[in-house]
């Protein structure tokens, strides 16, 4: 660990804080429907998008009404998708002469999209064509992370307004959030990546002759595009199978922090809208401070022990922190930084092989990850995974002192405890058993490229990344079998809409609520107390479910590490 090192994280950390402010006031604005510089341009576009729609801007949603919307619109999504990669070897803009995708690979893509997990059991420059690529995937990288901003909008809305039924119009908050802030955005993103060194081409693969006299292949194609997209909108699917660690998505340093900003960026703004919503953007930095403890205790983490290196390395007289797996031009600081992020948001992206970690620097990943990705979180995602869970803080609160809990003037009661309990539980129900059932089965078992501890958490990596749409894998697992693609396909599907069902009903039943004035017995929710009293719940529940699980697989193999013990 070095001071260059430090300075480097704060660097990217002061850069976040200052977008907060300006970013969150212009989402605010958007999602209010209050005009804004590109207006002008886009009103018509988007009234005319809500006439195909058969909608109205002024026109609002019952939460039933609201969720139904969304999970026709992603079926549809699905549909189109799984058709696109099924038909790839006869549809056009396919010049390097792609087959179709087989079944289940192609069920298994189709959900990872349309959910915002992105995972990838194929390598993108060997198995998509270019239309595959941008009218297939990028269009569901902008569309389902507009489902998230859509959906943290809706919940937001529940704690700002005094009473009434409705909680916003799904297809007016995922229109605007998709022209007005992930469109722009993207382009200036797509340009400054093309004047980086990013390609964006239709041109065919290029064919070059090596020193040695041999026939390389070098694909190119619209990189630029979906990269922008991909890590605006927390999706995180490479173009190419070595995603962000490959030098035509990430060439140097510069590209990597623009990259590491983007993906927390709309996320870590989203504490600012929910601030100015409800009229105390107080709240909003105290949710953001909860999120960055817990973010940079697992940066400090990671970083220790990817400097420390491997201690059976040193007693080889090989000194040094561990680069295994890692990108020379980002060295051991970048690449552990790059992780938490990633991790800590639902994007999956990777510029380093999460598998050649330390067993330390893995577990991090996986905690971020098993949280519920609630750190900064997924655009829209990670907001309303963190309001879980400051309904179940605030309920604890209210019992330590005999008083019915409320937050923001929302009394907290059953149906909302319910909803709560009922979203955060969908995830460990969905990536332990999967991995129990897998850790046993000879085909899955198989599958593992490693012994050993390790092994297991490759599988338990692979199926927390599925249910926590996050979509980045730990190496070493050969995950493209008919079990992987459809179970981990099931446990995408349950990560993501079994828990935006039940956020969404305490939306509704928050709504329907009057706003209780504070008085001296209301516990504050915007200074420090509020905060430990948060960070201490996800810690203890995370712990409470997962500790058991971890145990078997990175604590063990440390244990074993530093004992000397190899597989």
Known sequence: MTLNGWLQILAFCGILVLLVKPLGAYMTRVFSGERTLLSPVLVPIERGLYALAGTHEREEQHWTSFAFSMLMFNLAGFLLLYGILRLQDVLPLNPAGMPAVGPDLSFNTAISFVANTNWQSYGGESTMSYLSQMVGLAVQNFVSAATG??????????????????????????????????????????????????????????????????????????????????????????????????????????????????????????????????????????????????????????????????????????????????????????????????????????????????????????????????????????????????????????????????????????????????AILCLPLSMLVFTAIASVLPSAVSSIGTAGPHGFSEILYAYTSAAANNGSAFGGLSANTPWFNTTLGLGMLMGRFLMIIPALAIAGSLVAKKTVPASAGTFPTDGGLFVGLLVGTILIVGGLTFLPSLALGPVIEHLMMISGQTF
């Open 149 to 422: 901003m859509a959906i943290a909008i809706g919940l937001i809305r529940a704690f700002s307004r005094a009473s009434g039924k409705a909680i916003g119009n799904f297809w007016v908050d995922m229109t605007r959030a998709t022209l007005y802030i992930l469109l722009p955005i993207c382009i200036v993103l797509a340009i400054i990546y093309v004047a980086l060194g990013v390609p964006q081409t239709f041109g065919a693969y290029v064919t070059a002759t090596t020193l040695e006299g041999a026939q390389q292949t070098i694909a190119l194609g619209p990189v630029a595009s979906q990269l922008a997209i991909k890590m605006l909108g927390t999706n995180g699917g490479g173009f190419f199978n070595a995603n962000s660690a490959h030098p035509f998505e990430n060439p140097d340093n510069l590209t990597n922090m623009l990259q590491m900003v983007s993906i927390f960026a709309i996320g870590a703004a989203f504490t600012n809208v929910f601030g100015r919503m409800v009229g105390n953007q107080r709240q909003g930095w105290a949710i953001l401070a909860a999120m960055g403890v817990l973010f940079l205790v697992g940066v400090g983490i990671v970083y220790w022990a990817e400097a420390s290196g491997n201690p059976i390395m040193h007693s080889l007289g090989l000194a040094g922190g561990n680069m295994e797996g890692k990108e020379v031009r980002f060295g051991v600081v970048m690449s552990s930084l790059f992780a938490v992020i990633t991790t800590a948001a639902s994007c999956g992206a990777v510029n380093a092989m999460h598998g050649s970690f330390t067993a330390l620097g893995g577990l991090i990943p996986l905690i971020n990850m098993q949280l519920g990705e609630i750190i900064v979180g997924g655009v829209g995602a990670g907001f309303y995974g963190i309001i879980l869970f400051i309904i179940i803080s605030i309920f604890v609160a209210g019992l330590m002192v005999g008083r019915t809990p409320e937050y923001l003037g929302k009394k907290i009661e059953a149906k909302e405890m319910k909803m709560a309990v009922l």
